[in-house]
């Protein structure tokens, strides 16, 4: 007489089924903890080269990069040469502007160039194919409260306040190592999203202390969804292309706090807040002067952060 096995119950089956599901649930973040992990040290790699070769530079130049070169050009473009990529830097045409550069410069993705937790595609079609950076330099704290205080500033064919030459190491008073030099920035993908967005204020802000304070309050307070709410601006504003120096794009300040929004003052580009950000969980990585590299909550309290901005105003501040 043939032996009758038994078959698998239905309580057993939905049992198995449900244990299946809790331990699928407790792995998938655990899986995601560790890829985002990965992506964060990737950054921050990417960020400490990027710092070591800005210090090159200034054993070889005797200063570090113009923040925006007289032409137009980033600091990223006077680092070619010293993040292995000589054959791209002999493109480079210093005798006239970012602008009307060749296209193939401007359309050449860097790999150190881009943080991997940014989603946003590598090129922006509404530029014709160029690609970006989520690195940009500190320049400041606001260029109407203090023009260019920061580690870069404007090389300007005509001077004006607080442009001039690339800064030398030994004008960083408050210590290389509590002044900011490279930071996360969100890069524009075409789209309206609130922190890969300049804004547009509705008008322009006058300077200092008063000034900043009522131009912080309106930029920081816009909605979740500004575009929604009647709000434009620039949606490829923040660190496309890379070749370029100027302020949202090659720049960033310490106006607001990482992770605000970023707002023209009016549509005045040199007084706006370009505001570090990114896509890391709870805050950014920031590279320093010295080389080091920090990462810094999105709670950072507000005169710490305006304090790492600078660079000789004796506000030394340890993140």
């Not at 960020?47 to 090159?56: G, S």
């Not at 923040?67 to 600091?75: E, I, M, Q, T, V």
């Not at 940009?136 to 500033?153: E, K, T, Y």
Request: aromatic share 10%; hydrophobic share 40%; with cysteine.
């Amino acid at each position: 007489m043939r032996a009758i096995r038994p078959g698998i119950a239905m309580v057993e089956l939905m049992v198995s089924l449900f244990v299946v599901a809790i331990l699928v649930g407790l792995l998938l973040p655990a899986v995601q903890f560790a890829r985002e992990t990965a992506r964060k040290t990737q950054c921050r790699s990417n960020l400490r080269q990027i710092a070591l070769a800005t210090h090159e530079y200034s054993v070889a130049q005797g200063a570090f990069p113009p923040g925006c070169a007289p032409n137009g050009y980033s600091a990223l473009v006077a680092l070619l040469p010293y993040l292995d990529h000589e054959s791209l830097f002999a493109r480079v045409d210093y005798s006239i502007g970012e602008d009307d550069g060749p296209t193939e410069l401007r359309t050449v993705r860097v790999p150190v160039f881009y943080c991997p937790s940014d989603g946003a595609p590598t090129h922006l079609p509404q530029l014709q194919s160029v690609a970006g950076t989520n690195y940009a330099g500190n320049c400041g704290v606001w260029h109407l409260l203090r023009p260019f205080d920061g580690a870069f500033r404007y090389w300007d064919v005509a001077p004006k306040p607080g442009t001039g030459p690339p800064l030398r190491p030994s004008e960083f008073v408050d210590g290389l190592s509590n002044t900011s030099l490279f930071a996360d920035v969100p890069r524009s993908d075409g789209t309206y999203h609130r922190l890969r967005m300049v804004w547009n204020l509705p008008f322009a802000f006058g300077p200092g202390l008063a000034g900043l304070a009522s131009f912080r309050e309106m930029c920081g307070g816009l909605p979740s969804d500004p575009k929604y709410s009647g709000w434009s601006g620039s949606p490829i504003g923040r660190g496309v292309p890379w070749s370029n120096g100027s302020i949202t794009l090659g720049l960033y300040t310490h106006t607001l706090v990482p992770n605000a929004p970023s707002c023209y003052n009016g549509t005045a580009v040199r007084s706006a807040a370009a505001t570090a950000g990114g896509f890391h969980s709870r805050g950014i990585n920031a590279a320093f002067a010295d080389g080091h590299v920090d990462f810094l909550s999105n709670g950072i309290d507000l005169e710490t952060w305006m304090a790492l901005g600078t660079r000789d105003q004796g506000d030394v501040a340890h993140p």
